[in-house]
């Protein structure tokens, strides 16, 4: 499936918002809002994958599924999660009060993908495995990231603007035969160079450019720990650190990692939970 000329437009319009314009805009679009007798303001997307943005009292502790797991912005704008496998109902309370959401369920597929190299699928090599052990200290950490922004609530836009979606976000796995965790990103393929761009305004907090599993990989914090991973890159143009805008280039399209082609996956998580990303664009985007 190609990117719709439309979703190219709404990609491109969006850019021209920023700030408390584009935060007030939000709240019209297609997406699930609240009621007249919800107890706080919220909009979101009510499924496995998806989350809700709402609104509460500046820097105000919010209460997800009975833990004090976040806190509103500085406008009081706050940002909660659903995982992938999240179960159908999800509490969220402010000091306004408590709203028990109904999340829908995802039927997933199952994807089969062979000919992968054994040592990206199944390492056993002891060096390979300090590696990975390494590598996967130094991404928990960049994933522990919980910047006090609202960027999250600015809109995002597509990281691709012409893309082919080769793979959803969710199926089970199993590669070379073997199962393996759920694809947790959105694939996007693309020619490598193709230029990728931040779909919001956020900082970069891990920019690594030869990773085993991932490739290339820049980490963005959008606020509040919805942290945006962009995988597979030839290139990066950013590094840790940098405050991104939406719309800036991050890098470039490749095929480094563990990747059968050129493409970006394009993956969102928010407190370890693992997010549907194309459910943070308008629907129909990617
Ligand atoms: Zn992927």
Not at 33 to 46: E, N, V, Y
Request: net charge positive.
């Amino acid at each position: 499936m190609t990117l719709t000329r439309r979703a190219a437009v709404t990609g491109a319009s969006a850019l021209a918002f920023s700030g408390h314009a584009a935060r007030a805009a939000d709240w019209d679009r297609n997406w699930d809002k609240s009621g007249a007798k919800d107890p706080f303001r919220w909009h979101g997307r009510l499924c496995q994958g998806g989350f809700i943005i709402g609104q509460g009292a500046p820097g105000e502790p919010v209460s997800f599924d009975g833990m004090q797991i976040t806190q509103a912005g500085p406008t009081g704008l706050f940002f909660i999660g659903f995982d992938r496998d999240q179960g159908p109902a999800a509490t969220v309370e402010t000091s306004q009060g408590r709203q028990v959401f109904a999340v829908q369920p995802v039927a997933y597929a199952v994807q089969r993908i062979d000919g992968l190299p054994p040592e990206q699928v199944t390492p056993q090599n002891p060096a390979l495995l300090a590696r990975i052990q390494r590598e996967s200290e130094m991404k928990a950490k960049a994933f522990a990231s919980r910047i006090d922004s609202e960027d999250f609530a600015s809109g995002f836009s597509p990281p691709l603007t012409k893309a082919l979606r080769t793979s959803a976000f969710g199926p089970q796995r199993i590669l070379n035969g073997v199962p393996k965790t759920p694809h947790y990103g959105v694939d996007l393929a693309a020619p490598t160079g193709t230029r990728i761009t931040a779909p919001a305004d956020g900082r970069v907090v891990l920019a690594e450019t030869d990773l085993w599993f991932e490739g290339g990989l820049t980490l963005i914090d959008h606020g509040q720990g919805l942290v945006c991973a962009f995988l597979h890159q030839s290139r990066l143009d950013v590094r840790e650190g940098d405050l991104v805008r939406r719309g800036q280039t991050l890098g470039a399209v490749g095929a480094k990692g563990r990747a059968t082609g050129p493409h970006l996956c394009w993956r969102a998580t928010w407190r370890g939970r693992h997010l549907d990303p194309s459910l943070l664009l308008k629907a129909g985007e990617v």
